[in-house]
């Protein structure tokens, strides 16, 4: 998840703000620090077509592609709102 954010530009505070959470709570989930959520999980894959399995570490970014309903396009990351 750590290498997907980096080579997507979303800073952990970006993502918080997405998820409306704290970035240090995301830097906690993110460092598996602290266990990701069923709604976090939910929230991803609504947002980015992430798999659980993927942002879990389960599986690869490729598994995670072929079946999600939109292929490879993930929705626009612009929140309308700040810079990362």
Not at 37 to 56: C, H, N, R, T
């Amino acid at each position: 998840m750590k290498t997907w954010l980096r080579d997507q530009g979303i800073s952990y505070r970006r993502l918080a703000v997405m998820l409306g959470q704290s970035g240090s709570s995301i830097c906690l989930k993110v460092n598996g620090h602290v266990d990701w959520q069923a709604d976090d999980l939910l929230k991803l894959y609504a947002l980015f077509g992430l798999s659980s399995d993927f942002v879990l570490g389960i599986s690869s970014l490729m598994e995670t592609r072929a079946i999600h309903p939109a292929g490879s396009a993930f929705r626009s990351l612009d929140t309308g709102g700040g810079t990362s």
